[in-house]
């Protein structure tokens, strides 16, 4: 039991469906991210959400757009997306922005 | 920026072999520095940390210390074991961040 829940693990879709992805930490936390974690590239930082507000976007598609309705729940909700999309994506969690963080197990998302 | 760089996998070894991988950042201010696990499957878990120079930060048999004059943070072992089989990440937070810089991460494989 890590703390934080992801659903679904694995997710295909075509370009044109539109899906979430679910996260869900028991923590206690105020801080939330989205990170995209690609084959040989360092974790990219997509969202950080602090007390359900949004403190950062790094030049994320807004195919991609996050929503965060209280502090224990973050979605990424995917619409259009294209083939260089399928990665891993992890939700994680901390105290407040910028505290070590306690990660999900990821979504393997594949994009047909 | 702040960025983190650490060396290329995949390293393989023999059990018992010592371990070294290493991590060197950039960053402005005073960085605290972290390395993090993701085994097979799974989330990134933080395996140790150091908030200031000279710190050495411990875990799992795992060693990290903090070196300013090299702007290192390189993670040793002094005996693998099949079950360290995984990627690590070096990742630095600055004090006046909402977020951490992760490095490319390092596969490590131990064979028997």
């Known amino acids: 039991e890590t703390g934080v829940t992801q659903t679904p693990r694995h997710l295909v879709m075509g370009m044109t469906n539109k899906k979430s992805l679910k996260c869900e930490q028991h923590?206690?936390?105020?801080?939330m991210y989205w990170y995209k974690q690609s084959a040989k590239k360092p974790l990219e930082l997509m969202f950080v959400?602090?007390?359900?507000?949004?403190?950062e976007n790094n030049s994320v598609p807004s195919r991609f757009s996050p929503e965060c309705p209280n502090s224990s729940h973050l979605f990424l909700h995917l619409h259009t997306l294209q083939p260089e999309d399928s990665a891993l994506y992890l939700c994680?969690?901390?105290?407040?922005?910028?505290?070590?963080?306690?990660f999900g197990d990821g979504t393997r998302l594949s994009i047909l | 920026g702040n960025s983190v760089t650490q060396m290329e996998g995949p390293v393989t070894l023999s059990e018992e072999a010592f371990l070294t991988i290493n991590c060197t950042y950039t960053?402005?201010?005073?960085?605290?520095l972290f390395w993090y696990v993701q085994y097979p499957g799974e989330g990134l878990q933080l395996l140790l940390k150091a908030t200031k120079a000279d710190d050495k930060g411990s875990n799992k048999g795992f060693e990290a210390t903090y070196r300013k004059e090299t702007t290192s943070f390189h993670l040793e072992k002094g005996s693998v074991q099949v079950s360290d089989s995984a990627v690590y990440f070096c990742?630095?937070?600055?004090?006046?961040?909402?977020?951490?810089?992760f490095g490319a991460g390092t596969r490590l494989t131990v064979k028997p």
């Open positions: 994680a969690s901390s105290q407040d922005p910028g505290q070590p963080q306690h």
């Open positions: 923590l206690g936390h105020n801080a």
């Open positions: 959400y602090s007390l359900e507000e949004r403190v």
């Open positions: 960053a402005t201010g005073y960085p605290s």
């Open positions: 990742a630095l937070r600055t004090y006046n961040n909402n977020d951490m810089r």
